[in-house]
């Protein structure tokens, strides 16, 4: 998995049927330094994310095995919302500090 | 998911059995701003797209779980129209005022 | 799924069980100019390929969803002969043409 | 798989459910000199891998073949602590003198 | 599938269950002329690979399709010796000659 921060939405009208309901949110991807990469994602949200919260995303095909996902032609999902992560000892992100 | 702009077709009459009938677009990716990110892709087509329209599409596995490519040996499929795309705030693109 | 140009063949006597019979050719990948990327992949073909033709080939689990490929520890197939390659209105390749 | 060496931790309690449980550790990508290549990953630990210890990974589909990750919206996993290993007939890790 | 030339093994104890017996080799990964690209891999050895040939590896899913790495967390596979490749009538490697 990696770390992305959710940054905004897309919404589509037209699209396979199966994809009816789900949310389509923006990712950029982030190091564990919190530093954007360069890359984005559209994935979709399994778990509620917000604008502005750190993420952890799956892609391939584990981006299916969530009941919201499941079967449908989504090769990424938001799966966790991040609430601490430690790097050699120190806190890079703490959602507490962060929110 | 990432984003594509149609900018073309592919026509094969030689090829595996299974994959008659299912339409080749050519995409070139974009990022989140819109700009070509000088990547391409050679996607089926499962929502009837059309050149020069903005999709969403999928690769891996997940490109079989629409109707058109199931158990076919296809690894990237649009999935998606873009109606709207909103990052920190902003339109992004509207197919609206893009059409 | 990605172009490439047919340039070689690799033959391998010592190989898993179920490859025995299967065609591996040498593809350099192209983009849809024609230009070489500097990628290559080593493809099993589906669809009687032969070299300096112009393919399409799909790679992951896609590559598996062929006769020849079915549940074989193959990652790459040419699936497509390409005809035509059209881009923004712009005919691109025509195999009539190169041959 | 590839090389990575843990470097820490990250928790979510906002998560898939299925994911309850399982333990997300961050790896920095090494190669086989050890050295750091700049990526990492989230992966979650099916061998109880601890900080600073060298580890095998896998990712994509092969990442849900541990008992701990079984059809889980996971695309990482660690799936073994490395001993030893030996390039061109020299030991560039080994465990025992790492400790 | 790509081109690797075994350099050296890896020894694990500590590792998922399914894992026992299994041989990893680590490979660094070469062009189709036979020059080191910068990348490795570790891989599963599914046809009793030495240090110093040239191999055909398989990654993801397709790694699993041997009958030593059947459902196993594995990503990656040497699944073929190669004997000879030749690429626009040149033959750029050739296992009797480099033996």
Redesign the interface.
Known sequence: ???GKV??????????P??EGLK?L?LKQI??EGKETGG????AD???AG?AEVV?Y??????????V?H???????I??????????GVV?YDKVEAD
């Open positions: 998995m990696l770390l940054v905004g939405t897309l919404v589509a009208t037209r699209k396979e199966s994809l389509f923006v190091d564990i984005y994602l559209v994935a399994a778990v509620g604008v952890l799956a892609t391939g095909s584990a981006a299916r095995q969530t009941k996902t079967q449908r032609p989504c090769d990424g999902v799966m966790a919302i991040v609430d601490t992560l430690e790097v050699n890079k």
